[in-house]
């Protein structure tokens, strides 16, 4: 049964002649000593599948007797670190950690609880619930309820409970009536109905909402994202906004927060590089940004990275994607 998170167009598949003892052995000399080989490292974690690092990770620590990301941890430092940390972690333990550092402490990081929630499908979300609930003993739902509010929460608690239908079929009639419902619940009435938005956009499947979509342009005559933007505010409408760019172009949504993180000079998401290594749906296919690696270069030494650091970042980024092929 193939794996709930490895995508029908992401570039790594499993290693021809996949050998996980030699592969732990090379990574053991790789860490070993003073100085690391970071391009065997690189060169390994990022052309194996999650499922083959498991293994790695299996036979590391049988050969060596400590835990590989323990290892790599002591080992490496910075962005580099958390990358390749993040490769030997299970896909869902590891968005549950990001759940739950996005809600630890004071205050609470929405963009990255909007990121994973809207971004993730619905078998994944399962998953991610239970790894989240063996981490920490309490159950992601209810540490949503405790940390958001008001209309976001419940957004975000029917994302997280995997409720959005996945099927792929589509109903032009349920689309005129969902299109029709949404324009009732805002542009038609004084106020805004966000239940009926809420109850639409997280449970439908993304084809259903794409043509929701374009049914909701023929009645109104706007764009349903200039809807939400007049209706809706706060987090809840970055949340909705997040859903209608994920069920156009997931790709793009990811492709534009990772541009903007770079462009503003802020941590790169490495919530998106994670989510990269399985699921990674090549930039290729979306508009204006065929030459996506020149702006990948561009914008980490806007982001005043090292030149050190933006080469091993675009060089992993680079291995996982292949965007590498690209001709700019």
Known sequence: MASIWVGKRGTIRDYAGFNPSVDAEAIRKAIRGIGTDEKTLISILTERTNAQRQLIAKEYQALC?????????????????????????????????????????????????????????????????????????????????????????KALLILANGRRDESLKVDEQLARKDAQILYNAGEKRWGTDEDAFTD?????????????????????????????????????????????RCARNTPAFLAERLYRALKVGLEISFIFLASLKENVKILLNIDGISCFFSILIEFSFVANLSANLAHRLIMSFLIITEVGALKC
Do not use: W
Not at 78 to 103: E, I, R, W, Y
Not at 210 to 227: A, G, H, M, V
């Open 65 to 153: 007797g400590k835990e590989l990301k323990d290892d790599l941890k002591g080992d490496l430092s910075g962005h580099f670190k958390h990358l390749m940390v993040a490769l030997v972690t299970p896909p869902a333990v590891f968005d549950a950690k990001q759940l739950k550092k996005s809600m630890k402490g004071m205050g609470t990081n929405e963009d990255a609880l909007i990121e994973i929630l809207t971004t993730r499908t619905s078998k994944q979300m399962q998953e991610i619930g239970h790894a989240y609930y063996t981490a920490y003993k309490k159950s992601l739902g209810d540490e949503i309820s405790s940390e958001t509010s008001g209309n976001f929460r």
């Open 200 to 244: 639409i956009l997280c449970l439908r499947s993304f084809p259903q909402l794409k043509l929701t979509f374009d049914e909701y342009r023929n009645i109104s005559q706007k764009d349903i994202e200039d809807s939400i933007k007049g209706e809706l505010s706060g987090h809840f409408e970055d949340l909705l906004l997040a859903i209608v």
